[in-house]
């Protein structure tokens, strides 16, 4: 146990003092901060979020009625009276921006349309919520009828549909959606977290590759063994490499939380980071890390370089991203045969168990236990095949071991 | 002397191939110990299976004194060479010293003094990947030896070093073998191991050929020869007595004699009408054994036991 820490005691100084780990350790995260800052910036800047002037010729005095149903579903207009002829319009809209003009007549009544001139880039969303104000100009309408107000109360109360589901009965009041909206949050937060984790040290876990394949390359390997043994190297690689992956993380954090804060105005970030969730997700991201550490350790002894990996080899490699394939469809349906399949499937269970457990309200405490068992044990299982194909292979010098030699050591 | 390690009967096979037979020998304390033997004899299988980098199939190692491999006194310089690229002489030092649970302070002074001492002063914060080839093997022999071992592997220590390195090395091998260190020297380099080892161990094939002290191996295999320069009919030289074997190039011969024979005795019993222009008399060399063993024609050997077998008759 004392080599194991000495040995990922040197991998993390040496990768720490190493410029290349440097630079990448903090040029990902700026990336994404500096990503995400332009989006920001460009999102902002799309004309969906503007108000557009609408000009309204009325003969039928709705006026007050459409500035109501402005004012009562906050709708992006400004409205202004206008005595402009229809015939002038093209001419007025030429060069005018993100204007309409709108003129409410006797066409409503007679023919049942009313014209809505719009300039050339007026947006498409503001079009059809103008829609609403159908509603005003037959009010008009019902009240030329002569109708009673009861009547008219009756005739213009829209009637909507309502879809609830069988879960959200007994909790559609307004509290409890605002209740089950924090709920989510406090399960996307420290998912995220969780993937963040994971994906770092999944990355920081190819590593462990590297560094397997390079000691083999730069003949080191004998030498490091007539001190410690191939188990204790091993392991000490893992371990190594495991806190190199949470030194990414503390560096994401770093630069990330200050941002999503700036970004998400005042998220009580932290409230919804630290709940019991959080636990769960981070112990499937640890499992996550051993496992693919183990595949990677054990193939990194098998070849001394990534370019001269065979078929096998990069198959292999590819193992812990087949996981983002299914995200798709897992995503459209968490609870699909196909989800809880590949919660089961060691190769993919981290990545998609901890996905789906974001994306469902309710967890399955049998499906959880029973995935997070298997994967417990193909942990096991696979440390102990990667402990005897890195004992053998990591000695093969000058050659890249065959997929039958491979399977040779493992049954040794 | 007393035994430090001990070989007995190592077996081992790879894949169906068996690389070991009966492997045998002991290393002594304050004794330097070759192990030759052509390239793929087993020299590198046998001393992974010392450093229990390998496990052998069969037989016994024994580190008398220990009840397991003392690894944190063992020093081993592996015959492929290379320490990690991108870090520092005085880091990679530290760490393997590390290793093997030696004291850091002690480690780097230790570490600065041999710096000095193979030529390397000020060179302890340089990268390994900027030191040349020869620079980068001296650094490596000094982590093989920083941690002041009781037994030191040599897998080809010499190798790509130039005279002057080497002769630093020789004297270096030479001071801990003084000090009481055991010491396990692999070389293809006969004059080398002429000139240091007290006893070889040669093997072929993985199994063993000769083991003994220089002198013993020398009294034994390395019989007198004649180098006679001057164009002579064969079958006049096969006349000659006390000839085993008979080397004759264009105007050249060599005569490998008997064992037993007396140098100045054997000289008179040359026909008078020979035509020698030049003529040397000398034993056959550790080289010329290695030769003869690596290329398979046991020419040597098989005269001697022939040899021994006319003695016994």
Redesign the interface.
């Known amino acids: 146990m004392r ?1 194991t820490m ?2 990922a005691k ?1 991998e993390v ?2 990768n720490l ?2 410029k290349s780990f440097v630079i990448g350790l903090f040029l990902t995260p700026i990336l994404m901060v500096v990503f995400g800052f332009l989006g920001n910036l460009m999102g902002g800047d799309t004309s969906d979020n503007e108000t557009a002037k609408i000009y309204v010729h009325d003969e039928l005095n709705t006026f007050a009625n459409l500035e109501a149903t402005v004012e009562q579903y906050k709708l992006p207009f400004e409205l202004e009276r206008t005595n402009i002829q229809e015939a002038d319009v093209e001419k007025k809209l030429k060069n005018a921006e993100n204007t309409a003009y709108f003129f409410i007549d006797n066409r409503a009544f007679n023919e049942g349309t009313l014209p809505f001139y719009t300039s050339e880039d007026f947006p498409e969303s503001i079009s059809s919520q103008v829609q609403i104000f159908t509603e005003a100009v037959k009010l008009v309408q019902m009240q030329n009828l002569g109708l009673t107000e009861d009547q008219l109360a009756a005739v213009s109360t829209p009637i909507t549909i309502q879809a609830l589901s069988v879960d959200e009965l007994g909790e559609n009041s307004e509290k409890e959606q605002a209740m089950d909206q924090e709920q989510l949050m406090q399960r996307i937060v420290p998912g995220v977290f969780a993937g963040v984790i994971l994906l770092s040290i999944i990355f920081t876990g190819m590593m462990i590759f590297q560094s397997a394949s390079q ?1 083999k ?4 390997a ?7 043994t191939p188990g204790e190297l091993m392991q000490g690689k893992i371990v190594g490499y495991f806190v190199l992956g949470f030194v990414q993380v503390a560096v994401f954090i770093a630069f990330g939380i200050p941002f999503i804060l700036w970004a998400m105005n005042d998220l009580p970030l932290f409230e919804y980071l630290f709940v019991p969730e959080l636990l769960l997700f981070l112990l499937i991201a640890v499992l996550g890390y051993l496992l693919f550490a183990a595949i990677f350790v054990g193939i990194g002894a098998t070849m001394s370089d990534i370019s001269t990996a065979g078929n096998f080899q990069g198959l292999v490699i590819m193992i812990p991203f087949v996981s983002f394939f299914f995200i798709g469809p897992v995503a459209s349906d968490p609870t699909s045969i196909l989800a809880q399949v590949l919660s089961y499937v060691p190769f993919t269970s981290p990545v998609i168990l901890l996905f789906r457990l974001v994306m469902l309200d309710q967890w399955s405490w049998v499906e959880i236990s029973v995935s997070l068992a298997i994967l417990i044990m193909s942990v096991w299982l696979f440390m102990k095949l990667a402990g005897k194909i890195f004992k053998v292979g990591i ?1 093969l ?1 000058g050659k890249n071991a065959t997929p039958g030699e491979i399977w040779k050591w493992m049954r040794a | 002397m007393d035994v430090l390690l001990s070989v007995e009967g190592l077996e081992k096979s790879f894949k169906d191939k068996k690389v070991l037979h009966n492997i045998s020998f002991d290393v002594r304390k304050g004794e330097i110990m070759a192990i030759l033997g052509p390239n793929g004899a087993g020299k590198s299988t046998t001393i ?1 299976n010392i ?1 229990g ?2 496990y052998p199939d069969e037989g016994k190692i024994t580190f008398h004194g220990y009840n397991e491999i003392p ?2 006194k ?1 020093g ?1 310089l ?1 015959e ?8 520092k002489v005085i ?1 990679i030092l530290l ?2 010293a ?3 649970d030696y004291p850091q302070k002690k480690a780097k002074e230790r570490a600065l003094t041999y710096l000095k001492k193979f030529d390397l002063e000020g060179k302890e914060h340089v990268k390994m990947e900027e030191l040349s080839k020869g620079m980068a093997q001296k650094v ?1 022999f000094i ?2 030896i920083l941690h002041e071992p009781e037994l030191l592997i040599l897998d080809e220590p010499f190798s790509g070093l130039d005279p002057l390195s080497q002769e630093l090395l020789k004297e270096e091998i030479r001071n801990l073998a003084r000090n009481g260190a055991a010491i396990l020297l692999s070389s293809h380099q006969m004059n080398v191991v002429e000139e240091m080892c007290d006893r070889l161990f040669m093997i072929q094939q993985g199994q063993k050929v000769i083991y003994g002290t220089l002198d013993d191996v020398k009294m034994k295999y390395a019989n007198f020869k004649c180098t006679i320069r001057g164009k002579n009919d064969l079958e006049k030289i096969e006349q000659i007595p006390d000839v085993q074997r008979i080397e004759s190039k264009e105007d050249s011969t060599v005569l490998y004699l008997h064992k037993d024979i007396t140098p100045a005795k054997w000289l008179k019993k040359l026909p008078d009408d020979m035509v020698i222009n030049e003529l040397v008399m000398d034993r056959i060399s550790l080289h010329e054994i290695f030769i003869d063993v690596a290329t398979n024609k046991n020419l040597l050997l098989a005269n001697e036991q022939m040899g021994e077998g006319d003695e016994h008759a």
Not at chain 2, 80 to 87: A, D, F, M, Q, T
Request: charged letters at 35%; zero cysteines; aromatic letters at 10%.
């Open positions: 080599n000495k040995v040197w100084k040496r003092k190493n000691e390359k730069d003949k080191i004998e030498i490091i063994l007539s001190s410690v000695l010098y | 992974r450093m980098i390998m690894r944190n063992i081993y592996p492929e060479r290379g320490l990690y690229k991108n870090v880091d760490y393997l590390d290793l093997k490596q982590s093989s």
